[in-house]
């Protein structure tokens, strides 16, 4: 069974803090992994797609990287807009797509 | 707005009722993904149609059942409902099967059993 792991469950940053959220993965086969922000009561919002090891993006502050067992997603210098859930999932070659239970970020002024 | 629109917003109902939860998908999209969202559980897979076919399915119970019409609106349908069946219910939709750009969600529709 498909398995996603985050790390840390929560993380409290002062405003520029950068920091590095975790995600862990077991998959059969790797279609892709995703990035999403969710707020309270919300959607989630999608962030991004990695496809394969060494693959990296960016917008923003945020940076994904993956490798073949996990991805890490880089909040460079934070403000206070960027608190939120971040999920972290991975899609199958069978199209499901499976969620890990996220990291809560609260950045403090 | 992110395009895929959800009704109702909310929702109330005894134990043992039925609901139907609907999904307009963003305009475009072919598949609609069904999602659970508990506070103990995370985002549950449910399942997916593609172009009005079922294409994959994820951990849904017997109870639940789901259809993609021709004008590709979803519902979802939940039957005999428990109190363990509160969470929130999340429709997605993408541009393709595989649903590689990213899957857009809608803003959820809440579903209280009492």
């Known amino acids: 069974e498909d398995q996603v792991t985050q790390s840390p469950e929560a993380l409290r940053l002062q405003e520029g803090e950068s920091s590095s959220l975790n995600c862990s993965y077991t998959?059969?086969?790797?279609?892709?992994l995703f990035w999403y922000r969710q707020d309270p009561g919300k959607g989630p919002e999608f962030l991004f797609t990695?496809?394969?090891a060494g693959e990296e993006k960016e917008k923003e502050r945020l940076k994904a990287t993956l490798t073949k067992k996990e991805s890490f997603l880089h909040i460079t210098a934070p403000k206070p807009e960027d608190s939120a859930t971040y999920l972290c999932a991975v899609q199958a070659y069978d199209y499901k797509l499976s969620f890990g239970a996220g990291t809560t970020v609260t950045v403090r002024a | 707005d992110s395009g895929v629109t959800q009704t109702p917003k909310h929702l109330i109902t005894a134990t043992g009722q039925r609901v139907t939860l609907r999904c307009s998908p963003r305009?475009?999209?072919?598949?609609v993904y069904w999602y659970q969202q508990s506070l103990d559980q995370g985002l549950q897979f449910l399942i997916q149609?593609?172009?009005?076919?079922?294409?994959a399915k994820g951990n849904i119970l017997e109870r639940f059942s789901a259809q993609q019409f021709p004008d590709l609106h979803s519902e979802l349908n939940l039957s005999s409902l428990e109190l363990g069946d509160s969470a929130l219910y999340f429709c997605?939709?993408?541009?393709?099967?595989?649903?590689?750009?990213?899957?857009?969600f809608g803003s959820g529709t809440r579903l209280t059993v009492v």
């Open positions: 990695l496809y394969s």
């Open positions: 998959v059969s086969g790797l279609r892709g």
């Open positions: 149609y593609y172009n009005g076919e079922e294409r």
């Open positions: 305009s475009g999209d072919l598949s």
């Open positions: 997605a939709s993408s541009g393709e099967a595989a649903g590689g750009g990213g899957y857009t």
